[in-house]
């Protein structure tokens, strides 16, 4: 079984490898100057076993791969309904950084776009700003299996050019959904944005979500098993963004992408599936992440609604 898989993820990689489509990030200066082709695609069981390829010890930003991973601790710290009470579970149809409340409920659709994740972040629990992010930093360690650590430079730089996200803090603050100091929570959000992640740990927070919350390798949980099942239906219909309708369509997995070019996705029980590479399509997800997990979904018959 093993060299079918990396037989598979060796034609996968080599595939999507000649695809040179798409654009780096370039709203901070440490996006741009990524290496515009560096490439990894790897696979960790929900057993611990971890395939390889490319660059898969390149560090790079998380960036919003974040989302669903803060949200699990929100969750965590204040209960189902207390964070549905602020956060919606729709799809928003908008792209991620669209300044906006569902108009009926007030309330950000989801929290896989900016405005659901910044509510989400002002929900961490923690005396002060330090510990709120310390407790995000060691949670996300949980799922990787190994101590994650800050980019200080790109945080300076989120923070710095942040205007946007700091709109949205100021916007949900106006409507209650933030209770106090939005700011608060917006640099939270720029600095869970900026945790350092190489597409090996990305897989295996995949395979910790897919093993229903406990890290296969360290045995460590870092999710309850009934707020993975909330974790994961919302990366199934939110998690990459307004294509998401294509992604469910041709791919058909919970997943979730970030600026920094990384792409999770996760088969519940068995696998998970990262995918780092920074040339970004228009709605700000991995050119070759999409393309790699749609070929690695089809020959593999991955899809949830696949029936054999
Ligand atoms: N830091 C980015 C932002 O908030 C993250 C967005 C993303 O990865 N889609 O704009």
Request: aromatic share 6%; with cysteine.
């Amino acid at each position: 079984m093993r060299n079918v898989v990396d037989g598979l993820i060796g034609e996968v990689f080599a595939l999507c490898q000649e695809n040179r489509a798409g654009e780096l990030a370039d709203y901070i200066p440490e996006l741009a100057a990524v290496a515009p082709d560096s490439f990894s695609l790897c696979i960790a069981t929900s057993d611990g076993y971890v395939y390889e390829s490319g660059d898969a010890h390149t560090e790079f930003t998380i960036q919003s791969i974040s989302k669903p991973l803060t949200y699990g601790l929100a969750l965590a710290d204040r209960g189902l309904s207390a964070v549905a009470e602020k956060i919606d579970v729709e799809p928003s149809g908008e792209p991620f950084n669209e300044i906006s409340l569902d108009p009926v409920t007030e309330r950000p659709r989801n929290p896989m776009i900016n405005a659901g994740a910044i509510a989400a972040a002002s929900l961490i629990d923690g005396d002060d700003p330090e510990a709120r992010f310390e407790r995000l930093r060691r949670c996300y360690s949980r799922y990787a299996g190994r101590e994650l650590s800050l980019n200080d430079a790109v945080y300076r730089s989120e923070a710095r050019t942040g205007h946007r996200n700091r709109a949205i803090g100021h916007m949900l603050r106006s409507f209650g959904i933030i209770a106090d100091d939005p700011e608060a929570a917006v640099d939270l959000y720029f600095r869970q944005c900026s945790i350092d992640v190489t597409c090996r740990d990305l897989a295996l927070m995949g395979a910790t979500l897919a093993n229903n919350g406990v890290n296969p390798v360290t045995h460590e949980r870092a999710l309850a098993p009934d707020l993975v099942e909330r974790v994961l239906s919302v990366m199934t219909t939110c998690g990459m963004y307004d294509a998401a309708g294509d992604w469910v369509t041709q791919v058909g997995l919970p997943a979730k992408s970030g600026v920094g070019g990384g792409v999770l996705a996760v088969l519940p029980g068995q696998i998970g599936i990262a995918v780092y590479s920074p040339r970004l399509d228009a709605h700000g997800n991995s050119v070759r992440g999409v393309q790699a997990c749609r070929e690695l979904s089809k020959e593999l018959e991955l899809h949830f609604l696949h029936v054999t």
